[in-house]
């Protein structure tokens, strides 16, 4: 709502510009279009016009063009409502805070849950691949950096009017996935999840730390591991008995790690039955002359248009690599479900992978290759360095969740809100939940970060359980707003009573929440949600600390406050579910 009052001032502007070039200079020729900032200080207004663009051309200095344009603008009866100022070269607006107010209260009592939706992407199809384990560990806090973003950037797309599918490809094949079932064979003596207790994904991922130890002592080891890829790929039904029964323990765990951190998929996909694919596609290519063929019988790619080098498709044997196997994906992929834009949500040390990989789907002629994104993310480390499968030095997923969803039980104890709470235990998991995909989705996506868990699941600062507590805070208010102040509910809200410096950062606070929603889908960057959250929550916390709302001095002005309360509660439970943070009424 803010850009449509921005949108309705600029063109006015710009109106009243053309007006005085044609009818005091006689120019008729269009202008530069008009720059819109945000004045550096409240006190010069809400939007400023700099006007440095046409002194030279109407002959003007531009304070002097700023006055002459609030002198014109000011004499029209159907002009927006709001206050014009001149700073120096700028014209600035003030907005009418109050209509906007009233204007606000109408959408978004309105449109509720709907309210900062749009429908820029109605007529899109978009596809979203992210996730994407291996089948031969459980899920590490990686991991869980590449789902909040892939399950936020569904989340905010859709919210755009975007259709959403989501895919995940499981790593179910290949040398790293044969490591575990030969130390398994080796040394497992025939456990089982249920026989020990253990996760599936955990069972299986122990024994592949146990073959990176074995493969320090015997030095066949990893020969070995290629031995069984290559009875796996024969067919041979042993080694395929042994890699069945080992994967459905590892995707069994993982199930359950998806439903314990609200992760969904529309479409799985399985690098078994994928990884034949596209070598077709590829021998198409080299027919039309798009590859060539080195003398040792090898495929490749020239990339010098794209400013790399050269790139390998098939090998000598016949053999694909990833890369030919992902050119089939895709191929596959637009085929069951004909997609407009395809993101991959992958770090970003496989951005050269996927510069190709675009590329090539574009030398073969398929039009869609101009809408693949490579959503490029950076690492997560620890704050005592890089994390490290085979060596067990991960921060499980598993047990991350557990020891956030402690640590917020503890705090629920601590401060004796048990009986405030409905269920402490889902409670605490929600908590927990939030403080995760919050602290992950806050920092801007390509950066590297690094995860502490208990500055994550902190109730103060920039963090996940403070703004669901600021929301179980206006809760609580409003539950007791409806209880005892059912006289004052049946009044009008009066926007006019709105009028300190708070109440009117916090209500342009509203009307931009939209724009972000655009800008955050533009982009494919929910830290613009996070940013937002937290400045409208430290906003809304300022204001409700020196501010009386239920023992405010009217009735009108007890019900004014309410109304703004209201407003900022539904953002912040619409924003939330942009970024998987569970709202909570009561903490």
């Known amino acids: 709502m803010l850009s449509a009052v921005r949108e309705k001032w600029k063109t006015l502007v710009e109106e009243q510009l053309a007006l005085y070039a044609k009818s005091v200079m006689g120019i008729e020729e269009p202008l530069a279009p008009l720059a819109v900032q945000i004045p550096p200080k409240p006190e010069l207004g809400d939007i400023a016009f700099p006007l440095f663009a046409y002194a030279k051309v109407l002959r003007s200095a531009p304070p002097l063009l700023a006055q002459q344009l609030k002198t014109q603008i000011e004499k029209l009866d159907d002009r927006p409502s709001g206050d014009l100022l001149v700073a120096g070269p700028y014209l600035n607006v003030r907005i009418d805070i109050a209509s906007l107010a009233?204007?606000?209260?109408?959408?978004?009592?309105?449109?509720?849950?709907?309210?900062?939706?749009?429908?820029?992407?109605?007529?899109?199809?978009?596809?979203?691949?992210?996730?994407?384990?291996?089948?031969?560990k459980p899920?590490?806090?990686?991991?869980?950096?590449?789902?909040?973003?892939?399950?936020?950037?569904a989340a905010i797309l859709k919210a755009n009017g975007a259709m959403v599918r989501?895919?995940?490809?499981?790593?179910?094949r290949g040398v790293h996935i044969c490591k575990s079932m030969l130390a398994y064979q080796k040394f497992?003596?025939?456990?089982?999840?249920?026989?020990?207790?253990?996760?599936?994904?955990?069972?299986?991922?122990?024994?592949?730390?146990?073959?990176?130890?074995?493969?320090?002592?015997?030095?066949?080891?990893?020969?070995?591991?290629q031995e069984m890829l290559r009875k796996w790929e024969a067919g041979d039904p042993e080694t395929i008995a042994l890699w069945e029964?080992?994967?459905?323990?590892?995707?069994?765990?993982?199930?359950?790690?998806?439903?314990?951190?609200g992760i969904s998929f529309d479409a799985y996909y399985y690098e078994s039955q994928t990884y034949r694919y596209g070598k077709d596609e590829i021998l198409k290519g080299l027919e039309n002359g798009v590859f060539y063929r080195q003398e040792d019988g090898s495929v490749w790619v020239d990339l010098e248009s794209i400013k790399l080098d050269k790139k390998v498709l098939l090998r000598k044997d016949g053999t694909s690599l990833y890369m030919t196997q992902d050119v089939g994906t895709a191929i596959m992929r637009h085929k069951d479900w004909p997609f407009d834009s395809l993101i991959y949500v992958v770090a970003s040390e496989q951005q050269y992978h996927f510069k190709v990989l675009f590329h090539v789907?574009?030398?073969?002629?398929?039009?869609?290759?101009?809408?693949?994104?490579?959503?490029?993310?950076?690492?997560?480390?620890?704050?005592?360095?890089?994390?490290?499968?085979?060596?067990?030095?991960?921060?499980?997923?598993?047990?991350?969740?557990?020891?956030?969803?402690?640590?917020?039980?503890?705090?629920?104890?601590?401060?004796?809100?048990?009986?405030?709470?409905?269920?402490?235990?889902?409670?605490?998991?929600?908590?927990?939940?939030?403080?995760l995909n919050y602290y992950l989705l806050q920092v801007t996506p390509t950066k590297d970060m690094i995860f502490n868990p208990k500055e994550s699941i902190s109730f103060n600062g920039n963090t996940g359980p403070y703004l669901q507590y600021m929301g179980a805070r206006i809760s609580s208010m409003l539950r007791k707003y409806e209880a005892e102040y059912a006289e004052v509910a049946k009044l009008g809200?009066?926007?006019?009573?709105?009028?300190?410096?708070?109440?009117?950062?916090?209500?342009k606070q509203i009307a931009l929440y939209p724009e972000v929603v655009a800008k955050a889908g533009a982009e494919y960057d929910p830290s613009l949600l996070c940013t937002y959250l937290y400045d409208l929550s430290k906003l809304f916390s300022r204001w409700y600390?020196?501010?009386?709302?239920?023992?405010?001095?009217?009735?009108?002005?007890?019900?004014?406050?309410?109304?703004?309360?209201?407003?900022?509660?539904q953002v912040l439970k619409n924003a939330f579910s942009l970024i998987g943070v569970p709202f909570l009424a009561s903490m």
């Open 361 to 435: 789907l574009g030398l073969l002629g398929y039009e869609w290759a101009k809408d693949l994104h490579h959503l490029s993310y950076g690492m997560v480390n620890l704050p005592e360095g890089k994390m490290k499968s085979r060596e067990g030095t991960v921060v499980d997923a598993d047990e991350l969740v557990d020891t956030l969803t402690s640590l917020a039980r503890a705090e629920i104890k601590e401060k004796e809100r048990e009986e405030l709470v409905d269920d402490v235990e889902k409670t605490s998991q929600s908590i927990a939940l939030g403080a």
């Open 166 to 172: 989501k895919v995940n490809l499981i790593n179910n």
């Open 188 to 225: 497992g003596n025939h456990e089982t999840p249920d026989s020990t207790g253990i996760k599936g994904d955990h069972l299986v991922g122990n024994y592949y730390v146990k073959f990176a130890a074995w493969a320090k002592e015997d030095p066949t080891a990893e020969e070995q591991a």
């Open 102 to 136: 009233t204007s606000l209260s109408e959408v978004v009592g309105r449109e509720r849950e709907r309210y900062g939706t749009n429908a820029t992407l109605s007529d899109k199809r978009v596809m979203i691949e992210f996730s994407c384990p291996n089948t031969n």
């Open 545 to 569: 600390h020196d501010n009386p709302v239920l023992k405010a001095a009217t009735p009108a002005l007890v019900r004014s406050r309410i109304e703004l309360a209201s407003m900022v509660l």
């Open 493 to 507: 809200f009066d926007s006019s009573l709105l009028t300190l410096f708070d109440e009117r950062e916090l209500i």
């Open 139 to 153: 899920l590490h806090l990686g991991h869980m950096r590449n789902d909040s973003l892939g399950e936020s950037v």
């Open 245 to 261: 029964l080992m994967n459905g323990w590892t995707l069994d765990g993982l199930a359950q790690s998806y439903a314990k951190m």
